[in-house]
């Protein structure tokens, strides 16, 4: 396996589930292990192959911790220590908040698996609910699938913001970091050809962070069977986040890895025989798809 490649993971649960996890060695000297916290997901978020999958069942806090375990155990050796985790596998994790908050506190236990509370990272599609729990109670990282910059956009490719908009999530968030000064948030943002990578969408996105101590990472998307987006050419990718950084804001850029063996960021998991719906497309997308 090369230095930049993923290495896919299948746990088989006793209920014969299957769950994916990934590690993610990196040229810096920094493995990652990718775990999961649920067959499938409730979300149905419009790129994501798993979002598609509706949610089959939450795992139990042993299945989530053992998955870095094994991880651990298996290919350290290959990789060096496993350094960091995120729960960025199957599933919505605050959807699951009870033994997700219950593994990240094993993960980061003197007397468990001792990584640091910053090298653990937990993300959510914005169940501002639970964001609320999460920050009170863990001391954990905490990442946001932010991915557009209007409801409009939002309400289609993650239908989670129907019930949670952009004003109500952000908002939530600049009041609950003003009690952690230290904490930063992690906005990940699928880049989405002709859908969120406009010159207007990187100028409303610096406004809508405004306030909030964070990171924005640009994620290039991975393409899948049956899905209908197409991913933002690299060179745009890079123009986008020139604009964000010339505004003031810290920018990450993930471009694809492990695409080509279904590994990658929103490819997880095995559709079977019922998927959640494809939503309506808003008239002024309909040409970019």
């Known amino acids: 396996m090369e230095p930049e490649r993923m290495l896919q993971i299948l746990f088989s649960l006793e209920d014969a589930s299957v769950i994916e996890t990934v590690v993610i060695p990196s040229a810096r000297g920094r493995t990652t292990v990718c775990v999961s916290s649920q067959v499938g997901c409730a979300m149905n978020c419009q790129f994501c192959f798993t979002g598609r999958m509706g949610l089959r069942k939450h795992l139990s806090t042993a299945e989530i911790v053992e998955q870095a375990v094994f991880a651990r155990k298996l290919f350290s050796d290959e990789f060096g220590t496993i350094t960091n985790v995120v729960f960025m596998g199957m599933g919505e994790p605050l959807h699951n908040v009870d033994n997700v908050i219950k593994a990240s506190s094993i993960m980061v236990d003197e007397q468990g698996l001792q990584f640091s509370p910053r090298k653990v990272t937990v993300s959510t599609s914005g169940l501002v609910p639970e964001i609320k729990r999460f920050l009170n109670e ?10 557009a910059t ?7 490719i993650m239908p989670i913001n129907r019930r949670y908009n952009l004003s109500t999530l952000l908002g939530t968030l600049r009041e609950e970091l003003r009690l952690r000064p230290k904490s930063i948030v992690l906005f990940e943002y699928v880049m989405l050809a002709g859908v969120n990578d406009s010159v207007d ?9 405004r306030g909030i101590a964070c990171k924005i990472n640009l994620i290039s998307f991975n393409p899948h069977s049956g899905s209908q987006f197409k991913p933002t050419p690299d060179e745009k990718i890079i123009e986008f986040r020139n604009m964000l950084i010339q505004s003031g804001l810290t920018v ?6 492990g695409d080509d063996q279904m590994a990658a960021c929103g490819q997880l998991g095995a559709a079977g025989d019922y998927q959640l719906p494809l939503l309506r497309v808003p008239e002024k997308f309909q040409v970019a798809l």
Do not use: P, Y
């Not at 209007?150 to 289609?156: C, F, H, I, K, P």
């Not at 990450?252 to 890895?257: A, N, T, W």
């Open 138 to 147: 863990s001391n954990c990282d905490l990442a946001v699938s932010l991915n």
């Open 150 to 156: 209007t409801d409009e956009v939002r309400d289609w």
């Open 201 to 209: 969408d990187a100028k409303r996105l610096t406004e809508l962070v």
């Open 252 to 257: 990450m850029v993930r471009l694809s890895r």
